[in-house]
């Protein structure tokens, strides 16, 4: 039998095994049923927030995927607008620099033909104030002619070359000599000396000037050939590069009036102008040669290797020459030093000899000394082994 007690009433009854286990079927039945309805309802929920969440889920990825394509969309478009604006923006810049081209090309045509303008009226007014200075000029000059003598109109047209030359010498050669030649070692000399040289005194040219004049009055008529010969002398034996003959002579030739001429084929580097091309020629030379200044400072500093190396091979030889005439006395003085010692030696080898063979004979003496006894000393000498023989027998009997 089993004991069950009521949970309500609190009472305790006794059942037996038949219907204990009958009891016992129905709680069991009856807790599973609930425990069924239970995990069913729990089933449902679970299936009803899977539901949920996966339509959530489902909501959330479909969210995103319409943001991203909506911020795709955006970029596309962002992207298609920046095109068309930097395609808009590159037809507006070359536009642009077509127009301002265009416009550099008005203005540089426009500004060519106002410098083409203004140089040629620089140009007319130059050569029509280059034109007017020689007209100037031939009238003083003509009028000088007319009024001064023969010595004075040279004098004249030395002391005018000299002025022009001095106007402007601190602006345009400010390193230039341009004095009278009174150096007549030679028997004869210039006029004039014009050289300029650089910063470091390489001379850039060197000019030698023959002013040459005559007045109307003159019996004799002398003509520019006439001191070419003596030009060409004077610019040799000066060391000049260039020779000039400023001449008024041979007012009436039209090539000595067209310029400056040339008479290379007569004699080189030579030239014959008048007054008012003084500077001109002075200034043509000068830079003309101003080209060639590299190669003038270049031979210049061989020239002065040349010099350095010469001076160099000057003073080796005068060192050899020192040299030797040192060792040649030297040599003489050691071969008379050595053949004083080959005399002191051979002295010393016969002294040598002198004491070596006073040495063999000292020991041959010795050793004669040393092979002396009593009995060599009495052989042939009777008296003296008698006497020998007397100090023996004494020695013996005192000793005994």
């Known amino acids: 039998m089993n004991e069950i007690k009521c949970p309500h009433c609190g009472k305790t009854f006794k059942v037996d095994e038949a219907g204990y286990a009958d009891i016992l079927k129905q709680v069991r039945d009856s807790a599973f049923e609930q425990q069924l309805h239970e995990r069913l309802e729990l089933a449902e929920k679970e299936k009803l927030n899977a539901v949920e969440l996966a339509k959530t889920k489902v909501s959330s990825e479909l969210q995103t995927a319409a943001a991203a394509k909506d911020a795709e969309i955006q970029n596309l478009k962002a992207k298609l607008d920046a095109n068309a604006l930097a395609q808009k923006l590159s037809i507006t810049e070359a536009v642009s620099a077509v127009e301002k081209e265009r416009d550099e090309l008005k ?50 047209l030395e002391q005018h070359c000299e002025t022009e030359f001095n106007r402007i010498r601190s602006t345009a050669f400010p390193r230039a000599y341009f004095e009278k030649d009174n150096d007549a070692r030679t028997g004869s000399k210039g006029d004039y000396i014009f050289r300029d040289m650089d910063e470091a005194g390489t001379e850039i040219v060197s000019i030698m000037f023959e002013m040459k004049n005559e007045s109307d009055t003159t ?61 001109q020629i002075i200034t043509l030379l000068r830079n003309a040669a101003m080209s060639s200044l590299e190669y003038k400072t270049e031979l210049a500093l061989v020239k002065a290797q040349n010099v350095d190396i010469t001076n160099f091979e000057n003073d080796l030889e005068s060192f050899k020459t020192a040299f030797g005439k040192n060792y040649d006395l030297a040599s003489r003085k050691f071969q008379k030093a050595i053949d004083e010692i080959d005399k002191s030696i051979d002295h010393l080898q016969k002294t040598k000899d002198a004491l070596l063979g006073t040495d063999r004979n000292l020991r041959l003496a010795n050793n004669k000394a040393q092979d002396v006894t009593i009995k060599k000393l009495t052989r042939r000498n009777p008296t003296m082994a008698a006497k020998f023989d007397e100090l023996d027998k004494g020695g013996s009997s005192d000793s005994s």
């Open 219 to 279: 019996a004799t008529k002398k003509k520019n050939e006439d001191f070419f010969k003596e030009l060409d002398k004077d610019r040799t034996e000066k060391g000049c590069e260039y020779a000039v003959l400023v001449s008024l002579l041979e007012s009436d030739n039209e090539l000595y009036n067209s310029g400056i001429v040339d008479v290379f084929h007569r004699h080189p580097k030579m030239y014959v102008i008048r007054p008012q091309f003084f500077l």
């Open 107 to 156: 203005s540089g045509l426009r500004q060519a033909e106002l410098e083409k303008q203004l140089s040629e009226k620089s140009l007319k007014d130059k050569y029509e104030t280059q034109i007017k200075d020689r007209d100037d000029a031939i009238e003083r000059l003509r009028d000088m002619k007319a009024r001064l003598s023969t010595k004075m109109v040279g004098e004249t």
